[in-house]
């Protein structure tokens, strides 16, 4: 009985360590399956990865191509001077836009518009007038408005006409940091400029340009 039971015993031991030495081959199999399999993975994703391609930075030689032009201007030119505020007193301008507005500090209502200098040593330069929405500068904004055929505040979201002409008067204010800056003290419209048209362009259908004999023409404000 004692032998019996003994030569079990040897048995289920050799049935135990078989069954180890095979885990432990199929795990080293596996590593070794593994092992071969990443240098592949790496060189599939080196394929599909994107390659940026490294932008050259431009050289002058690239943009001057073969002319002497721009060399020549840059320094022959004159550098510009800090722009300055327009000096006080009267200027012809043109009305180039006017658009609904907020202040930047307190988000009050207002119409600005934009004037752009079109005779004499300033013509070209820009100037502001802003006419403010609010109860006590509303008499004030109602006379400058109607001088544009503006009545209605609907009438503040269409464009304006083109080209009118306005005799301007400017001062310099100085602002608490110290800065100037134009103010427009009060301007007259004088009527409205005719473009230059180009006698060979075929009219747009449904768009004509003012004449001086169209109401408002050149004495008023057509709107």
Not at 62 to 75: E, V
Not at 178 to 186: A, C, I, P, Q
Request: proline share 6%; net charge neutral.
């Amino acid at each position: 009985m004692d032998w019996h039971s003994d030569r079990c015993g040897i048995v289920y031991g050799l049935l135990r360590t078989v069954e180890a030495a095979t885990a432990w081959l199929s795990a080293v199999e596996e590593q070794k399956t593994r092992n071969r399999l990443a240098p592949m993975r790496a060189t599939e994703s080196e394929i599909t990865k994107p390659k940026l391609a490294r932008k050259r930075a431009m050289r002058l030689s690239d943009i001057l191509r073969g002319g002497d032009d721009l060399q020549k201007m840059f320094n022959e030119t004159q550098a510009a001077g800090e722009l300055t505020p327009l000096p006080t007193g009267e200027f012809f301008a043109h009305i180039i836009n006017g658009e609904l507005e907020t202040s930047r500090s307190k988000g009050t209502p207002g119409y600005k518009l934009t004037f752009r200098v079109v005779e004499g040593e300033y013509a070209g330069r820009l100037f502001w007038h802003d006419c403010w929405l609010t109860p006590a500068a509303l008499p004030q904004t109602k006379r400058d408005l109607a001088k544009l055929g503006v009545t209605s505040l609907e009438q503040l979201e269409s464009p304006l006409p083109r080209f009118i002409r306005c005799k301007c008067k400017l001062a310099l204010r100085r602002d608490d940091d110290g800065s100037e800056r134009n103010r427009l003290k009060s301007f007259e419209v004088i009527g409205i400029d005719l473009p230059e048209r180009d006698a060979f362009a075929p009219a747009e259908p449904g768009t004509s340009e003012p004449t001086a004999d169209d109401d408002g023409g050149t004495n008023g404000i057509p709107f």
